[in-house]
């Protein structure tokens, strides 16, 4: 079942109004996504970007809030994006089930369907990113290209503890307690205070999420997507040096690295959003109908792709 509304576009600057929906799954759960058409009509049906946000985060916080709309859809995009299951305004589920790695990809190829958009670019962020890749990967013909921000190459969760998390959410709601290393390990702690930081979180739900998806380990020199691709990294984020290192090794990929930045303040950088524009309407891009239709490979030896270190002189000031 597919609800539809119209509303006002979220973001000043964003000139057209946003389509919002929500899909109700076959296993009873609802996403909501939402559709920004290009800051001026198009004579044809206009390329479709669609941003997957991270864990944690929601399209709101990760898109929306850090004027992502505005770049993409002034530039002849349309804007598509979604609330992962567990996320902001979707369902949040408390059982390993709900969270299994198809049931992800599933849903954005339902939000795909659901914006009657055969094809479209994926940006992705960390989590995200990961399933943009995954993606990518099962169903080339509807990926064009991908833009990875904080892609979790060194696999997603592989260090967090399902049983201890739970085990501090089952005592008092204090999750201030699960920086004490005597109670969880850093890395476990890291991602239950994540999931207990935005209001509207389901910390039980996020927790599930978290342990389903580090039981698909993530090894992306296994298989790589043919598709084009824009690895983007925070040169303060402890995973920049592997992104490069793997970007390197991929001959239809590039690396960006933003100077004074980390993993949560990357994605509002301008950087980003104009390297990520600029990476989409390369002819390329544009003009591949199927660009996935070759088999995905696995990672060369030989180094193929650049890496690139930019300057964000916007940092301080509008993002």
Do not use: C
Not at 75 to 104: C, I, Q, V
């Amino acid at each position: 079942m597919v609800e539809t509304g119209t509303g006002a576009a979220v973001q000043t600057g964003a000139r057209a109004a946003a389509q919002t929906g929500v899909l109700e799954r076959p296993d009873g759960v609802r996403i909501a996504w939402e559709s920004i058409p290009p800051a001026v009509p198009q004579p044809a049906a206009p390329p479709t970007v669609l941003l997957v946000h991270g864990f944690a985060s929601s399209r709101s916080g990760n898109w929306l809030r850090t004027r992502w709309a505005e770049p993409l859809t002034e530039a002849g995009f349309r804007m598509l994006t979604l609330d992962l299951r567990g996320h902001g305004e979707s369902s949040k589920p408390r059982t390993l089930a709900a969270y299994a790695l198809p049931r992800f990809r599933d849903d954005l190829l339902a939000v795909l369907d659901a914006a009657g958009a055969p094809s479209a670019h994926v940006i992705g962020y960390s989590l995200g990113a990961r399933l943009a890749w995954d993606l990518a990967l099962r169903h080339p013909h509807r990926v064009l290209s991908l833009v990875l921000g904080g892609a979790p190459v060194q696999g997603s969760f592989a260090g967090f503890d399902h049983t201890a998390a739970l085990a501090v959410l089952a005592g008092p709601r204090d999750l201030a307690g699960a920086a004490d290393p005597g109670t969880l390990d850093p890395e476990t702690a890291r991602y239950l205070r994540m999931a207990a930081t935005v209001a509207g979180n389901d910390p039980h739900a996020l927790v599930r999420l978290a342990e389903a998806v580090r039981r698909s380990p993530f090894v992306p020199e296994a298989r790589v997507p043919a598709q084009p691709m824009l690895f983007v990294t925070g040169a303060d984020d402890g995973i920049a040096p592997a992104v490069r290192a793997l970007a390197e090794r991929l001959p239809h990929a590039t690396a960006l690295e933003l100077p004074g930045r980390d993993h949560v303040s990357a994605v509002t950088s301008r950087v980003f959003k104009q390297a990520a524009v600029e990476f989409l309407q390369a002819p390329s891009r544009q003009l591949a109908a199927s660009p996935g239709a070759a088999p995905p490979g696995s990672v060369r030896a030989a180094a193929g792709g650049r890496a690139s270190t930019a300057r964000d002189p916007g940092r301080s000031g509008r993002r």
